[in-house]
């Protein structure tokens, strides 16, 4: 079983989900090398990590579009003044193994934020094919550790937890 927080989640055959601390993962790294603000949007397109805090939990109207039609939303500044909760900027679907699971919007003039847009994307559909990857598990992190030894036990596979 998951635990709250720990950016493994559910993996080893079963459906990938787009968590809190995974969106925080992605939104840190972009934004440690952009000047832009950076979201992440669930499947339901609230923003559920971002680099403006103020923005969370806001329904964002580009990512429901991004998501829906399953393509890149460019909202420019005439736009955004006739939707709800966006800004200027890029939003782009996050898929895994072909599966829809959110957003990630970069803020900003399209004309400038296209150029990093897909190696956002990028960067977030790595980052969760790591988390989903069983070596994930490796490392020094207790709950990691604690969560990848209860999943391999509960579905039968060959590991000694008392020896991690």
């Known amino acids: 079983m998951a635990h709250a927080g720990d950016p493994v989640n559910e993996w080893y055959g079963e459906a990938m989900q787009l968590n809190d601390a995974l969106a925080h993962q ?8 952009l000047s832009f603000s950076v979201n992440v949007m669930d499947e339901r397109g609230l923003i559920i990590a971002s ?3 103020e923005r969370l939990h806001q ?14 939303v460019e909202i420019s500044e005439a736009t955004a003044r006739e939707l709800k909760g966006v800004r200027p900027g890029i939003n782009l679907p996050i898929a895994y193994q072909g599966e829809l699971l959110g957003v990630i919007g970069i803020s900003g003039d399209p004309d400038i934020v296209r150029a990093y ?3 956002v994307r990028m960067t977030a559909e790595l980052i969760l094919e790591q988390a ?15 969560w990848c030894c ?11 937890c008392n020896r991690w």
């Open 59 to 72: 329904r964002h109207e580009g990512a429901v579009l991004a998501l829906t039609e399953n393509r890149v």
């Open 26 to 33: 992605i939104v840190s790294r972009a934004m440690k090398i």
């Open 132 to 146: 989903r990857s069983p070596s994930s598990c490796s490392g020094t992190s207790a709950t990691r550790r604690s």
């Open 51 to 53: 680099g403006n805090p």
């Open 150 to 160: 209860s999943s391999f036990a509960a579905k039968g596979g060959p590991i000694n």
């Open 117 to 119: 847009a897909e190696l």
